[in-house]
C-alpha cells in the first residue's frame, strides 16, 4: 500500500509474562491501514480490541511483532521517542472523553501542542479555537470541560484528537456512553475530519448501525483477527 | 489562563486550585509549622542572647595576662645539688610587658570588638573602723565601658573617674555606709593607701562582685599598685563570643601571653549554653520534618488522586519531565506560600509577645525581634522541604503507566 500510516506484523501481547499466571490476549495481528481509511474494529468483550488499540496508540508495548507508524518503527523506541511519536502521529479519542477537568475547552484542545512546545502561543490557540468551531463548540471556549455535557466533552475529545494534525486518529468506544443523537454527531464529525483531511481512523465499536457505515470492517475474536471486508458504505 | 506561562506552571496552579481545599489545608499546614519554627527560634535565640548579655556584659570575653611565674631550678649544674621539692613561685602583681603595643596589635585584630588595659590588684577600703578587702580595679573608662558597660550599670552618682575619684559597688557601699560624695581609703596590700571620693554607686547584678568592686583611674591604680607606667592585664571584647577561645589561642601564639577567654572561665556555663544550642536545633530539626511529611502526604493523595489526568496528559504527549515538574512546583509552591503566611503568624505572636509579656513598667520581659535572618531561613527551608517532599510522588507520578493510569 502505498501511503501506508499503520502496519503491524505478527503482533503478540502477554500479561503477567514468565509467570504461571501468563495469558496472552493478541496471537499475532497482521494489519494495514492506509491513508484515509476509516476502518472500524468490532469483536466481543475480552477479544483484545482495546489492548490492541492501546498498542496501536503506543501507550502499551507489545510483547512480540512490530509495528510502523507511517513507515517509522515504533518497537524498542525509549520513552522519550516513543512520547514524541504518539504525541505527534496520533490523536486519541476515548470512550470516556479522558478531558482535564480542571482546565477549559479550548485549553484541553491546544493541550497537545502545549505539551509538545512547552508555552503557549498566539498560533496554538488560533487553532484550538478553530477546531472547537468546527465541532460546534466555539462559543464554549472558556467553560471547565468539568462544566460541559457528556456529548460537548466527546466533542472537544475529537477536536483536541485533532490538534496535532495526527496521520492516524484512534477511538475506543467513543459513543459508548452518548445518546444516539449525539453518538451519530461525534461520529459524523470523525468521517468529516476522515474525508476532509485524509486522516486515517481506527474506531473500535460496539454499535452495528455505526460500524455499517464505516468502508472497512475488521472483528477480532479471542485475540485472533477473524474477518476483514470492504463494507459498501460511501465515505 | 495566565496567559504565556509555561505547560507545567500552568498545570500545576491549575491542579492546586482543583484541588483547593486540600492546598489550603496544606498551606495552613504549613504557614503553623513555619510559624512555630520562627516564634521558637527567635524566642529561644533572643533567650540565649538574653542570659549571655547579663552574664557576659560584666566581664571581658577574654582577659590577657602577663605569662605565669614558672620556679626554674638549677640542675645538673656541676657542683650544685638539685633541689628534691620545686615549690611553686607566688604570682605577683605584675605589667604586661609593651603593653601598649600589644593592646594596639590586639585591637586592630578583626575578631576583636575592642579593647582595654587594666592594672587591678587587692586592696582594702577603709573607712573608720569598718575595713573591706576590694578588687581594685584601674582602668580607663572610655575602652572600658565598651567592654563593661558601666554606664547602664549606674546605681547612683556619676561615672567620673579623676585621679582622686573612685566608683565602687553598691553592696561595697552599704557595707561600709558611703554614699556618693563621701571619702574613702584605699590601702593596697603593701604600701601607701590614698584617700578617694566615692563619685558612682554601681550595681553589677551579682552581690559577691558588688562586695569586692572598686575602680579606680587606671594611673591610680598604677601608684597605689606600684604598677607605674603598667597594665596588669588586657581586657578584650569579641565580636563573635563563641570564637572566643580561637581568638584567645591566635593572641597567646602572637604575643605569649596568658589568653583567658569566657568560655574557659565560664566552662559549666559554655556547656549549658551549648546545650541549649543543640536542643533549640533539634526542636527546629523535628518541626521541620513534621511539616515536610504533611507535605508529602498531601502530594503523594493528589498524585493518586490525578493518576487519571495525569494518564491523560502522558497519552497526549506529556513528557516524564514535564509531569515531575508539574508535581515539584506544586511542593514549592505549597512550601513558599505556606512559609510566607507562617511568616506573617510568627511576626504577629511576636508583637502579641511583646505586648502582653511585659513587666509593671510595659517593658517586655523577654525582647525577642525580628531577626530576618530567622524569618528568611525558616521560608527558605520550609520552601527546600515543599520542593524535596514533592520528589517522590512526582516520581510516583511521571512514571505512572498511561495505560493503567487512564482505566483507573
Excluded at chain 2, 162 to 182: H, K, R, S, Y
Aim: some cysteine.
Amino acid at each position: 500500500m502505498a501511503d501506508e500510516v499503520l502496519r503491524i506484523e505478527g503482533l503478540r501481547k502477554a500479561y503477567n509474562a514468565g509467570t504461571p499466571l501468563e495469558t496472552e490476549v493478541l496471537h499475532g495481528i497482521d494489519l494495514r491501514l492506509g491513508k484515509g481509511e476509516f476502518c472500524a474494529l468490532m469483536g466481543p468483550s475480552g477479544s483484545g480490541k482495546s489492548t490492541l488499540l492501546n498498542i496501536v496508540g503506543l501507550l502499551d508495548r507489545p510483547s512480540a511483532g512490530q509495528l510502523y507508524v507511517e513507515g517509522e518503527g515504533a518497537v524498542g523506541l525509549d520513552e522519550r521517542a516513543i512520547t514524541r511519536l504518539r504525541g505527534r502521529r496520533i490523536g486519541f479519542i476515548f470512550q470516556y472523553h479522558h478531558l482535564l477537568p480542571a482546565f477549559t475547552a479550548l485549553e484541553n484542545v491546544f493541550m497537545p501542542m502545549l505539551l509538545e512546545r512547552g508555552r503557549p502561543d498566539a498560533e496554538m490557540r488560533k487553532r484550538a479555537q478553530q477546531l472547537l468551531e468546527s465541532v460546534g463548540l466555539g462559543q464554549f471556549r472558556d467553560r471547565l470541560a468539568s462544566q460541559l455535557s457528556g456529548g460537548q466533552q466527546q466533542r472537544v475529545a475529537v477536536a483536541r484528537a485533532l490538534a496535532m494534525r495526527p496521520a492516524l486518529l484512534l477511538a475506543d468506544e467513543p459513543t459508548g456512553n452518548l445518546d444516539t443523537a449525539s453518538a451519530q454527531g461525534v461520529f459524523d464529525l470523525m468521517r468529516a475530519v476522515n474525508r476532509e483531511h485524509g486522516t486515517a481512523v481506527l474506531l473500535v465499536t460496539h454499535n452495528h448501525e455505526l460500524a455499517a457505515q464505516c468502508r472497512r470492517l475488521v472483528e477480532i475474536v479471542d485475540g485472533r483477527i477473524t474477518a476483514d471486508r470492504a463494507l459498501g458504505a460511501a465515505g | 489562563m495566565s496567559p504565556w506561562l509555561p505547560f507545567e506552571w500552568i498545570a500545576a496552579s491549575r491542579f492546586l486550585r482543583e484541588g483547593r481545599l486540600q492546598s489550603i489545608a496544606i498551606v495552613l499546614g504549613v504557614s503553623i509549622g513555619v510559624g512555630v519554627i520562627v516564634f521558637m527560634s527567635a524566642a529561644l535565640s533572643a533567650q540565649m542572647t538574653n542570659i549571655i548579655r547579663r552574664v557576659l556584659s560584666s566581664q571581658p570575653h577574654i582577659v590577657l595576662l602577663p605569662p605565669k611565674d614558672v620556679a626554674r631550678p638549677l640542675r645538673d649544674e656541676p657542683g650544685v645539688a638539685a633541689a628534691a621539692i620545686v615549690q611553686k613561685p607566688f604570682q605577683r602583681v605584675r605589667s604586661i610587658d609593651q603593653w601598649q603595643r600589644i593592646l594596639r596589635e590586639t585591637a586592630a585584630m578583626p575578631a576583636v570588638a575592642a579593647a582595654a588595659p587594666m592594672a587591678a590588684g587587692s586592696a582594702l577600703a577603709v573607712r573608720g573602723e569598718a575595713t573591706r578587702s576590694v578588687t581594685l580595679s584601674g582602668i580607663e573608662p572610655e575602652a572600658y565601658f565598651r567592654i563593661v558597660p558601666l554606664p547602664e550599670k549606674i546605681a547612683s552618682g556619676s561615672l567620673r573617674l579623676g585621679a582622686e575619684d573612685v566608683i565602687v559597688g553598691t553592696e561595697l557601699a552599704a557595707d561600709l555606709g558611703v554614699v556618693v560624695g563621701d571619702k574613702l581609703r584605699i590601702v593596697p596590700a603593701s604600701g601607701q593607701g590614698t584617700a578617694l571620693t566615692v563619685t558612682g554607686l554601681v550595681d553589677l547584678g551579682s552581690k559577691g562582685a558588688n562586695q569586692r568592686a572598686a575602680y579606680v583611674a587606671l594611673h591610680t591604680a598604677q601608684s597605689l599598685l606600684g604598677l607605674t607606667g603598667g597594665a596588669s592585664s588586657i581586657e578584650v571584647t569579641v565580636r563573635d563570643i563563641y570564637a572566643a577561645e580561637d581568638v584567645a589561642l591566635a593572641i597567646t601564639a602572637g604575643s605569649g601571653l596568658q589568653a583567658e577567654s569566657w568560655i574557659r572561665t565560664n566552662s559549666q556555663f559554655f556547656t549549658a549554653i551549648n546545650a541549649q544550642r543543640v536542643a533549640n536545633t533539634a526542636i527546629r530539626v523535628f518541626v521541620a520534618l513534621a511539616i515536610a511529611l504533611g507535605i508529602a502526604a498531601v502530594l503523594i493523595v493528589s498524585v493518586v488522586q490525578k493518576s487519571r489526568e495525569i494518564g491523560i496528559l502522558r497519552a497526549m504527549g506529556a513528557s516524564q519531565g514535564q509531569i515531575l515538574r508539574v508535581f515539584l512546583i506544586q511542593g514549592a509552591a505549597l512550601g513558599l506560600v505556606g512559609s510566607l503566611f507562617g511568616c506573617v503568624i510568627a511576626a504577629a505572636a511576636i508583637a502579641l509577645w511583646e505586648r502582653l509579656v511585659v513587666d509593671s513598667a510595659g517593658v517586655p520581659l523577654l525582647a525577642i525581634g525580628y531577626d530576618p535572618l530567622i524569618f528568611a531561613g525558616a521560608a527558605l527551608i520550609a520552601s527546600l522541604t515543599g520542593l524535596a517532599s514533592a520528589v517522590l510522588p512526582a516520581m510516583r507520578g511521571a512514571r505512572l503507566d498511561p495505560v493503567v493510569a487512564i482505566r483507573g
